[in-house]
């Protein structure tokens, strides 16, 4: 185990974040070195035995959190999935999980779920937060929740740090649903008005898509 792995390595090692491993360099909790390039190499003897909450630390009996979501009832199909990826993936790291799932718009703060899991957040009753991708939490304001999460020594893994859709479709599916909630909000969600302009704009991001 005498050997150096990169950050991304150390990261999955770890089942965290690559911002919550440059913090504990920072702190001196787990420190790297550092190529002539500037990157940071971790010992992988250092990672294998790393206990970040320390041997006596109370937050071990905080138990991992498992959020998926998804918009609408047609996706009930990929909520499912994700909740399958998400109870693999802990299981996989012998974590004791609960997972907390939402049906409902990434711009709702109000979801059922999300506050469930804001709450037990702040009340320092969560140890880790996973999530399949960062957009499952909120399309937007994430990272609010991440800098409450650690301000609460809450550990966030991301399964998928990237995202395979392009910037053009990940801005398409912002502006669907961003018209989707202004539109139910002035017609109201089930009027024909609504429906109309919802169909109209999905239409068109399918037309730019295909172009």
Known sequence: MNRYISIGQASKMLGVSIATLRRW??????????????????????????????LNSPVLTRPTIAYARVSSHDQKDDLNRQIK????????????FEVISDLGSGMNYKKKGLCELLERIIDDKVGRLVLTHKDRLLRFGAELV??????KNVEVVIINQGDDR??????????????????????GARSHKNKKLIEGVEKAVEDAENA
């Not at 787990?30 to 909450?53: K, M």
């Not at 392009?166 to 017609?187: G, K, N, Q």
């Open 146 to 151: 991440f800098s409450v999460c650690e301000a």
């Open 25 to 54: 360099d920072k702190e001196g909790k787990l420190l790297s070195e550092r190529t002539p390039a500037g990157h940071r190499r971790y010992l992988a003897s250092d990672v294998a035995t790393f206990n970040p909450l320390g």
């Open 85 to 96: 990826v998400l109870e693999m993936y802990c299981a996989s790291n012998g974590w004791s």
């Open 166 to 187: 392009s910037f053009e479709e990940e801005l398409a599916s912002d502006v669907l649903e961003i018209v989707t909630v202004f539109s139910a909000r002035m017609y």
